[in-house]
């Protein structure tokens, strides 16, 4: 499967709990992006990256909120101390610097409880 | 600001029915891409269509077709012969440049929720 994967598919965790999830783009994509999507709304932006570079970060990413792309493959999105609002879809994509087309993994569904 | 508005929040259709998924934006870019996604149970996002600013011509692919008009800021989406497999979220989407000819961030509409009955 050479298309954007997303682990874990779901996480359920009690509030106060930090998670940590994965996105792998695909290879040789330069840019990637994380959205969140709660019921009955569109995608909303996180924060994006080309290569290890963050270069935009949405007023929605708290300081709870972390993202990283160490070494310009994988990322990571971590939330401390869940609150039950966090609860959502967290998609990544990603997309060559020169194509805009994103391609979406299946996403990580959050619940809080 | 980037805003997009899809103001059907779901449509009902039977099979084999024509149906249009309206999709209003905003922005004071004059550079800027247009997106289509269909959202089906599974959860993934799949990508439909791109038109830049530019090119306002229409497009079709196969039972497919979209509808730009800078005039009235609207991209709309037509499934011709609707079958029950269409059935999904569909999402309009806006983009700016995000720095030189790259894909910035992606502003997306509530989606539509079509559901085609057999």
């Known amino acids: 499967d050479t298309g954007v994967s997303q682990n874990p598919r779901h996480k359920i965790t009690k509030r106060g709990q930090n998670v940590t999830f994965r996105c792998d783009p695909i290879s040789e994509h330069n840019r990637l992006y994380w959205y969140r999507q709660t019921l009955g709304q569109g995608p909303e932006f996180l924060t994006y990256f080309q290569n290890e570079a963050q270069l935009e970060k949405s007023r929605l990413l708290s300081d709870r909120f972390s993202a990283e792309r160490p070494k310009g493959s994988f990322s990571t999105l971590e939330i401390q101390r869940t609150e039950q609002g966090d609860s959502a879809m967290y998609l990544c994509?990603?997309?060559?610097?020169?194509?805009?087309?994103?391609?979406f993994g299946q996403g990580t569904r959050l619940t809080v409880v | 600001a980037q805003k997009v508005t899809q103001a059907q929040t779901e449509i009902s259709v039977v099979e084999k029915e024509d149906v249009t998924l309206d999709c209003v934006y905003e922005t004071r870019d004059t550079t800027y891409y247009l997106f289509w996604y269909k959202q089906p149970p599974s959860g993934e996002l799949v990508f439909l269509i791109r038109?830049?600013?530019?090119?306002?011509q229409n497009e079709i692919s196969g039972r497919y077709s979209w509808n730009f008009q800078k005039s009235t800021s609207s991209f709309n989406f037509t499934i011709t012969a609707s079958q029950v497999v269409d059935s999904a979220v569909y999402f309009c989407?806006?983009?700016?440049?995000?720095?030189?000819?790259?894909?910035?961030?992606?502003?997306f509409g509530r989606g539509t929720q079509l559901t085609v009955w057999p």
């Open positions: 989407a806006l983009s700016d440049k995000g720095g030189g000819s790259t894909l910035g961030r992606l502003y």
């Open positions: 038109r830049n600013s530019f090119d306002e």
């Open positions: 994509a990603s997309a060559f610097t020169s194509n805009t087309e994103a391609f």
